[in-house]
């Protein structure tokens, strides 16, 4: 269905509106045009300092320091914070296992766990600033290793368990970790996914890990390797994993977490975020997008392998004191109900998803959600890719009944938090990620840089620096200011493209450069053609997102075989299998076309853009660079 660029308004409920912690967008915006440091440093207040900031912000362009001097701990805030208040006997998390296993933990007993695994990675010889790689299911224990890293400084790097072995390697190695933690596998679609041995496929050439932690999860049989892998269970039963453990006192700029996100070109990036300025944005954006309240129950179903379960399965909702709900498995498992009855199990007030989880439950039929009861229902929220209108309407109508707003947020893994998003009191139009969040000045612009006029398509920007922006490229400041500055100096090039209608409402359209979003997830060409080439058969390689119907895009290679190699059906699939080891399942591609020779620059680069018109049979515009 295509967008309706200008669309009819979707109001909230006057009853829903009178109780909102903001009731007024334009008067906060306004505000916070006006006097923005005055603006963060009174959210920056609502949280726990050791020590107070000095500056607000250092805007060394286009590197930003926020809240300098001050001294902080986001774990601290996540949780002692709480514990130190009646919300010790609170649920912080609501956990619930594929084979509909149930655990919860209230926020002293979450304490706790973070406390204990924080020894246990202390006495492992873990220091501030060291980094942990997490390699695990969607577990708690992947709540709790984030935590506990944090708690004691440690930087922690998540790597999603939907990637394998080539993807896990590269982001170690980059990040150059001493430990990994991992899980004997995860349930997932009725299905055990093992894990522990592409740990030791990836971790045979990661010269900087010392030790594997290993959760027992599945009671799989693993090897492990003795002197190098421990049982996460042995290790939470000696006598050094205290409960008690004393948060350290970070400085508000000290990096709190790498997180791997494909690029333009080459490896990933590894993007750095901070205790202080990424802990006060997502802390905000949770609470004024989701109006999250005390009693609230949130369900974010992303995992916490990308950035949207960082931010909003645990950190947002832990640091406002919310219950935060995790579910291990597949959607439609056993049933196509599955979530619908967690949604009702739970009691769940504020469900945050995916618009490709939407369009594929939207098959199944309305049926089976009406069988569940969805009135605890408040906000809804949809992140990833654009959603489409006649996705937006069901889940507006079957899923929230007509009663709660969607919240159709626009945002990445760089920004950290949400940047172009309604807050509940927002007029909505389906489609429409609307305006930017208070205190974010956004804009669309030409190639010149210059704004364009309203339904003219452009490029998406961010015109002053935010909290929770990246701080950096790990090891790798060149190309952060490369990548984000160097498009159209002065302001923060996100890589998507849009356009603003007449009441300046935004429409994300996709984007433009060799990101491919695939049901949302986010991949590289380059990490998927090299993956293609590392195959004895492929000379060269290019990967393309064609557009699909459920998963927003596909992936589509064309491949150039070696010479004595010939194109076969078998041969297609085995590349396939091959990526799918390599980078991981979610990478596979869904088409590949052999052929003789590849479109590129005079320089050699292939130009993606003239496949990608090609194959939709568009018009291949500028073709003066294209070699003869
Ligand atoms: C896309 C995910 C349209 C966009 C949080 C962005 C969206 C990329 C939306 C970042 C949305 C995210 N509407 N497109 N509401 N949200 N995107 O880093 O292309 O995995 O640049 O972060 O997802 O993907 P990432």
């Given at each position: 269905m295509?967008?309706n ?7 909230p409920?006057?009853e829903l ?15 916070a ?19 107070p900031?000095d500056?607000?912000?250092e805007?060394?362009y286009?590197f930003?320091?926020w ?16 514990v130190?208040?009646w ?11 594929e084979n509909?296993e149930v ?8 304490q ?5 695994f924080?020894n246990v ?5 873990v220091q501030?600033?060291?980094r942990?790689?997490?390699y ?5 224990e992947?709540?709790i290793?984030?935590?506990a ?5 440690a930087?922690?790097?998540?790597v999603?368990?939907?990637f394998?072995?080539e993807a896990?390697r590269?982001?170690i190695?980059?990040?150059e ?9 995860g349930?997932y679609n009725?299905k055990?996914?093992p894990?522990k ?7 045979s050439?990661c010269?900087?890990?010392?030790s594997?932690i290993?959760?027992k999860r ?6 492990m ?27 508000a700029?000290?990096?709190l ?13 590894g993007?750095?975020?901070?205790h202080?300025?990424?802990?006060v944005g ?5 609470k004024w ?6 009693e ?8 916490s ?5 960082h ?12 219950t ?26 504020i469900f945050?998803t ?15 959600v ?8 408040r ?6 890719e654009?959603i489409n209108p006649e ?5 507006y109508?079957i899923?929230?009944?007509e ?8 945002w990445?893994?760089e920004?950290g938090?949400?940047?172009i998003?309604?807050?509940?009191c927002?007029p909505l ?11 974010i ?6 190639e010149?840089?210059e ?18 922006m990246?701080?950096t490229v ?9 990548q ?5 100096p ?6 998507d ?9 935004i429409?994300i359209?996709?984007r433009?450069?060799?990101v491919i979003k695939v049901a949302?997830?986010?991949l590289?060409?380059a990490?998927?053609?090299?993956a ?5 058969a ?5 990967a393309i997102?064609?557009p699909?119907?459920l998963k927003?895009n596909?992936i ?5 075989l ?5 194109p076969s ?9 091959h990526?799918?080891?390599?980078l991981g399942p ?6 590949i076309?052999?052929?003789?020779s590849?479109?590129?620059?005079r320089?050699g680069k292939i130009m ?10 568009q ?7 294209l070699?003869?």
């Amino acid at each position: 269905m295509s967008t309706n660029h200008n669309g009819e308004f979707f109001y909230p409920s006057e009853e829903l509106k009178s109780k909102l912690h903001v009731k007024n967008y334009d008067e906060i915006y306004q505000y916070a045009a006006e006097h923005p440091e005055s603006f963060w440093s009174v959210i920056a207040s609502e949280l726990s300092w050791f020590k107070p900031w000095d500056k607000v912000l250092e805007w060394e362009y286009p590197f930003a320091r926020w809240f300098v001097g001050g001294k902080t701990n986001i774990a601290y805030n996540a949780l002692d914070r709480h514990v130190n208040t009646w919300r010790r006997n609170k649920l912080a998390l609501i956990w619930e296992g594929e084979n509909a296993e149930v655990r919860t933990y209230t926020y002293l007993q979450l304490q706790r766990e973070v406390n204990r695994f924080a020894n246990v990675l202390k006495a492992m010889g873990v220091q501030k600033g060291d980094r942990v790689s997490i390699y695990l299911p969607r577990i708690p224990e992947q709540m709790i290793a984030m935590l506990a890293a944090a708690k004691i400084g440690a930087i922690h790097t998540l790597v999603y368990a939907g990637f394998s072995v080539e993807a896990l390697r590269d982001r170690i190695n980059d990040a150059e970790s001493k430990i990994v933690v991992t899980a004997d596998g995860g349930f997932y679609n009725g299905k055990v996914v093992p894990l522990k041995n592409i740990v030791d496929e990836a971790v045979s050439k990661c010269p900087s890990i010392i030790s594997v932690i290993v959760v027992k999860r599945t009671g799989a049989d693993v090897d492990m390797t003795p002197g190098r892998d421990l049982w996460y269970h042995e290790l939470m039963a000696l006598p050094i994993a205290s409960p008690k453990c004393d948060a350290e006192e970070m400085d508000a700029t000290d990096p709190l977490f790498i997180l791997y996100t494909s690029g333009t070109t080459g490896k990933p990036k590894g993007v750095v975020h901070s205790h202080g300025g990424y802990m006060v944005g997502t802390y905000i954006t949770t609470k004024w997008v989701f109006d999250m309240k005390e009693e609230d129950t949130h369900w974010c179903t992303a995992d916490s392998g990308w950035v949207t379960g960082h931010s909003y399965v645990v950190y947002g909702p832990l640091l406002n004191g919310a219950t935060t709900v995790m579910y291990e498995g597949a959607p439609t498992y056993p049933l196509p109900d599955r979530w619908w009855s967690i949604v009702e199990r739970h009691n769940v007030t504020i469900f945050y998803t995916a618009p490709t989880a939407i369009r594929s439950l939207m098959r199944y039929g309305s049926s089976w959600v009406n069988r569940r009861d969805l009135s605890t229902l408040r906000i809804l929220g949809s992140v990833g890719e654009p959603i489409n209108p006649e996705a937006w309407l069901w889940f507006y109508k079957i899923i929230g009944q007509e009663r709660c707003p969607i919240m159709d947020t626009w945002w990445q893994t760089e920004t950290g938090m949400h940047i172009i998003t309604p807050l509940p009191c927002t007029p909505l139009k389906p489609g429409s990620a609307s305006k930017p969040f208070p205190g974010i000045v956004v804009d669309v612009v030409d190639e010149e840089g210059e704004s364009v006029k309203p339904g003219e398509e452009g490029f998406l920007v961010i015109k002053t620096p935010w909290p929770a922006m990246l701080q950096t490229v790990y090891k790798d400041p060149e190309r952060y200011k490369q990548q984000y500055w160097s498009r159209f100096p002065g302001v923060y090039f996100a890589g998507d493209s849009a356009k603003k209608d007449e009441d300046g409402y935004i429409w994300i359209i996709g984007r433009v450069d060799d990101v491919i979003k695939v049901a949302g997830y986010r991949l590289g060409t380059a990490e998927i053609e090299s993956a293609l080439v590392s195959h004895p058969a492929v000379a060269e390689a290019a990967a393309i997102g064609k557009p699909d119907p459920l998963k927003g895009n596909i992936i589509k290679v064309f491949v150039i075989l070696k010479f004595g190699y010939e194109p076969s059906e078998k041969l297609a699939q085995e590349l396939k299998n091959h990526v799918g080891h390599e980078l991981g399942p979610i990478a596979k591609p869904a088409e590949i076309q052999f052929v003789e020779s590849l479109p590129k620059t005079r320089s050699g680069k292939i130009m993606r853009r003239v496949l990608r018109a090609q194959e939709l049979g568009q018009p291949v515009g500028d073709l003066s660079t294209l070699e003869e």
